[in-house]
């Protein structure tokens, strides 16, 4: 079978949904994936699932302390039970597709043809509606010392087979810091050189404030307004040359993490031969249904270059599915996207920073610490705090900001309640379980003012 309805090229969260979807539903698809090592896409493989299954081993680890070799023996074992958890993700993602006879996935890398034929291993393949699920990768900024054996990115430091003593972060972005959190945790030294003035720059100040004193706590080496400039390596030493303030400086660890960010994936794939065309940031353009500049073919997931979340790629996949079966989705209309940053406690936010909301009109602020909650004490993270930002003449909420163990799940219900125009009282008059986190929300709002 070398025609199908549906070509997808990329098994990543949105490509595997429609695939999945399609099939179901008596389409025929084939779908095309470069690494068999990648059965599932980026998430299961190399990112969210394998990085949170070790934030949650490193929390553990954090619990029992002990000397470097108890601590690395706990890595080693994290390691492999990581190993064993994406091993049976990828399976099973492998199986939901190629089990339907309608599905056919290939081994392989494709490129374009042209707007409705793709090459994969010398064999030309026809579609009449093509979907590119590529993904991202790490940027990798071409300094002198790069490549090097213990300068990584974070998908390579994942295999790391030993603990490191010291751990050299170049990035203070979010997966910058959840690293630093995990590795924190493991009992690893971590220095984070991050090029921007501010820390979490985008992040409303006061969290971003208590982050970055939690940090500091925790023993986190920061410096902030860094240029990193080479490496070089010796005996599994790694020297980071830097200038901060105009005065050169080096640090000395065995392990770095470049974590500078992440591209579209759209090497290799001729889009010009179809008419396929980019953003000025080298995304694929896509219009709001997530169509490209070429009617029967569509792009979705990090390749579009917008918010790079799973659950997008997702939503991405909704939207096409809408454009191709019927439905309303766009991505005009997804309301407000919230994200959680897994450091340790975790920080979740949807909407508006204090700051913006403030500049767009007048609005109410609730506060509450951390502390206040008593499920926090129960699970020993009593640090962080929480805040949200209404809107004083609708009551609606603007924009929420959960610095608090278990945030992450929190944040989802605030998304419904924006998404649903339902006025703070409704969260603050609410009946919750006990003892949850969530019940927080009865104080967050009931200090609003
Ligand atoms: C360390 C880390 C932690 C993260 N944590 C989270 C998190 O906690 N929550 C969250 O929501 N997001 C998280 N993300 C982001 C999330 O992983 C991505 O947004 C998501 O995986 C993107 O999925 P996708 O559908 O765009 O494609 P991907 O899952 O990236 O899939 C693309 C697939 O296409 C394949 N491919 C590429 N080119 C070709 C080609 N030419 N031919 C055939 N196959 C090809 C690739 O091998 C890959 O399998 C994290 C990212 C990183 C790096």
Redesign the pocket.
């Known amino acids: 079978m070398n025609q199908a309805e549906y070509l997808i ?7 595997k949904t429609l695939a999945a979807t399609l099939g179901a539903k008596g389409h025929t698809v084939i779908l ?4 068999p090592q ?1 059965y599932g ?3 299961i493989n190399v ?2 699932i394998p ?2 299954a070790l934030v949650e081993q490193a929390a553990l680890s954090a619990k029992l302390g002990g000397n470097y070799d108890e601590r690395n023996a706990r890595y080693q074992a994290a390691i492999e039970k990581k190993g064993v958890l994406t091993g049976k993700l990828r399976d099973k993602n492998y199986h939901k597709l190629a089990d339907n006879p309608l599905i056919k996935v290939i081994d ?4 374009f043809v042209d707007a409705h034929h793709v090459l994969a291993n010398g064999v030309t393949y026809e579609g009449e509606t093509i979907i590119i ?4 990768r790490p940027f990798v900024p071409p300094l002198p010392g790069i490549p090097s054996k213990n300068i990584d990115v ?1 998908e390579t430091l994942l295999e790391r087979k030993t603990l490191p003593h010291h751990l050299l972060i170049v990035g203070g972005g979010y ?1 910058g810091l ?1 690293f630093a959190s995990m590795f924190l945790n493991f009992g690893s030294e971590v220095t984070m050189l991050q090029v921007e003035p501010t820390f979490l720059a985008r992040e409303d100040e006061e969290l971003a404030q208590a982050i970055e004193a939690d940090f500091a706590k925790r023993g986190l080496k920061l410096y902030k307004s860094v240029t990193t400039k080479s490496f070089e390596e010796k005996d599994g030493i790694v020297t980071t040359h830097a200038v901060i303030d105009g005065k050169e400086v080096a640090f000395t660890s065995d392990e770095v993490l470049i974590a500078t960010g ?1 591209r579209p ?1 759209v090497e ?2 001729a889009l010009e031969k179809a008419g396929v065309t980019l953003t000025e940031r080298g995304a694929i353009a896509v219009n709001e249904h997530n169509q490209t500049a070429v009617p029967n073919i569509y792009a ?4 579009v270059g917008g918010l ?6 997702l939503d991405d996949s909704r939207i096409v599915l809408s454009s191709l079966l019927g439905g309303k989705r766009t991505n005009l209309n997804r309301g407000a996207v919230p994200y959680s940053v ?1 450091i340790d406690p975790a920080f979740s936010r949807i909407g508006l920073s204090e700051k913006d909301a403030r500049a767009k009109g007048e609005v109410m602020i609730g506060k509450l610490p951390a502390m206040a909650i008593p499920k926090a004490g129960i699970l020993g993270q009593t640090n962080g705090l929480l805040k949200v930002i209404v809107d004083k003449a609708s009551h609606e909420i603007l924009g929420a900001h959960l610095y608090c163990a278990e945030s992450y799940e929190m944040i989802n219900l605030i998304k419904l309640a924006m998404d649903h125009h339902i006025p703070y009282e409704d969260l603050r008059d609410q009946i919750y379980t006990h003892p949850t986190m969530s019940e927080a929300f009865n104080d967050l709002f009931a200090a609003v003012k």
Not at 9 to 15: E, R, T
Not at 32 to 35: I, K, P, Q, T, W
Not at 108 to 111: D, E, L
Not at 300 to 303: I, S, T
């Open positions: 090229i990329g098994f990543g969260k949105g490509g095309f994936e470069e690494s990648m896409g980026t998430c990112a969210c990085t949170k392989g890398k494709a490129s699920n590529t993904g991202a974070s997966i959840e992440r994936n290799g794939l979705v997931g990090d390749v790079q979340f799973t659950y997008i790629s897994f």
